[in-house]
Each structure stands twice: as structure tokens, then as C-alpha cells.
């Protein structure tokens, strides 16, 4: 099974910014095949949804918690997604996670309809 590989996290000042990077570790996975998301879990708590992106990008969704802080893209000539978190607060640390989808988009917000995982990348964001 095809591996897909975040980048980007690191440690940041509240009110700052960082830029995820999704990307497929092999050649045959074609991204535009695939909702893509965006989860995180944060320590001692469960894992949930943050953005989706449906197959050519005409529809975005987004958790509450981080509507109007961060934009999901994608660049499906370059096979990768990415997650511009801008305005960053200390509970948006977390591990995120990169997922694909192949259901229809009603099912972008649920982990289980996500057949493919990252291992992902850790985002401290400090007060």
C-alpha cells in the first residue's frame, strides 16, 4: 500500500504560521483519484477533522475551530496537498495527519471513509 508523507510542522509562536505539505510515496498514486484531508490529534484526545479538499479542489470544508485561519489546497499536477495554518493558537497543537478518500464528498469529514494515512507531522504551537 502506497504511503503518503507529510512535511512541514514544527514549532511556532502563537500567531504564527506554517505551511503543511502532503505528498504520495509512490509514483502510481494519483492524488486527483482522492478527496483529500487533513486530521490532528492532540495529546489525550481523539483524532479529528480539520479541512478536505473534493477531487479537483472546487470544495473546501472545514472544522469550526479553524474556519477562516487555515486553507486547504492542492496541486494535483504535483500530487500533493497542503494545509496553510496562519494565525496558529496554542490548542491547535497537535500531530496532523494527511489522509485520501475515494467516497463521495458527504463523507470528507469522517476518518473511516479515508483509505490511506500519513504517519504524520508534529505542530507545537507556543503561548
Known amino acids: 500500500q502506497v504511503q503518503l508523507v507529510e512535511s512541514g510542522g514544527g514549532l511556532v509562536q502563537a500567531g504564527g504560521s506554517l505551511r503543511l505539505s502532503c505528498a504520495a510515496s509512490?509514483?502510481?498514486?494519483?492524488?486527483?483519484?482522492?478527496?483529500m484531508g487533513w486530521f490532528r490529534q492532540a495529546p489525550g484526545k481523539e483524532r479529528e477533522f480539520v479541512a478536505a479538499?473534493?477531487?479537483?479542489?472546487?470544495?473546501?470544508n472545514y472544522a469550526d475551530s479553524v474556519k477562516g485561519r487555515f486553507t486547504i489546497s492542492r496541486d494535483n499536477a504535483k500530487d500533493t496537498v497542503y494545509l496553510q495554518m496562519n494565525s496558529l493558537k496554542p490548542e491547535d497543537t497537535a500531530v496532523y495527519y494527511c489522509?485520501?478518500?475515494?467516497?463521495?464528498?458527504?463523507?470528507?469529514?469522517?476518518?473511516?471513509?479515508?483509505?490511506?494515512w500519513g504517519q504524520g507531522t508534529k505542530v507545537t504551537v507556543s503561548s
Open positions: 489522509a485520501a478518500n475515494r467516497l463521495s464528498w458527504p463523507h470528507a469529514t469522517t476518518y473511516a471513509a479515508y483509505d490511506y
Open positions: 509512490e509514483r502510481t498514486f494519483s492524488i486527483s483519484d482522492y478527496i
Open positions: 479538499i473534493s477531487w479537483n479542489g472546487g470544495a473546501t
